[in-house]
């Protein structure tokens, strides 16, 4: 008995510096007649190397179609997955104290009972919206201050 061993790996470039990759491995168990013919042992291993050539093609075509759907989903559904970093919450924390507002009021219009439990982009409107507050506050107390 012979044994054929046929290895056939592939690499492709996907935007924004990624990649995919897919490989097969083939081991088949061949007479030793092979040997005997002259191109009995290339047209067999030819043959594999087509087999596995195509399997590996047809593994690429799904990897990149998986994807290219995922880069597909927008950016912003993909962010509203990911909690609030604790930088975030640290700011929301100095704005609300700041501002001497309740954070659970502020938790309970985005529809959460806490504000940890904000999505990135959740607490990222949030903290600008309590900074706009206070630009604003700020304009209209000098305002008044002037109009005295």
């Known amino acids: 008995m012979l044994k054929l061993c046929v290895h056939v790996m592939k690499k492709t470039g996907l935007p924004n510096y990624g990649s995919c990759g897919a490989a097969v491995d083939l081991e088949v ?24 050539t195509v399997a590996v093609e047809a ?13 597909t989903a927008p950016e912003r559904e993909r962010r509203n997955l990911r909690r609030a970093t604790s930088r975030q919450l640290q700011a929301l924390a100095a704005l609300t104290m700041q501002r ?17 439990e904000l999505s990135v982009t959740q607490a990222s ?11 604003r506050t700020a304009t209209e107390e000098y305002a008044d201050a002037a109009a005295i």
């Open 29 to 52: 168990e061949a007479d030793t007649e092979l040997l005997a013919r002259s191109d009995g042992l290339q047209l067999r291993l030819r043959d594999l190397f087509a087999e596995a």
């Open 59 to 71: 593994q690429l075509r799904l990897s990149t179609a998986t994807d290219a759907a995922a880069r």
């Open 100 to 116: 001497e507002l309740d954070p659970a009021e502020l938790a309970a219009e985005q529809g959460v009972v806490d504000l940890a």
């Open 125 to 135: 409107r949030m903290i600008e919206r309590l900074q706009r507050l206070s630009v």
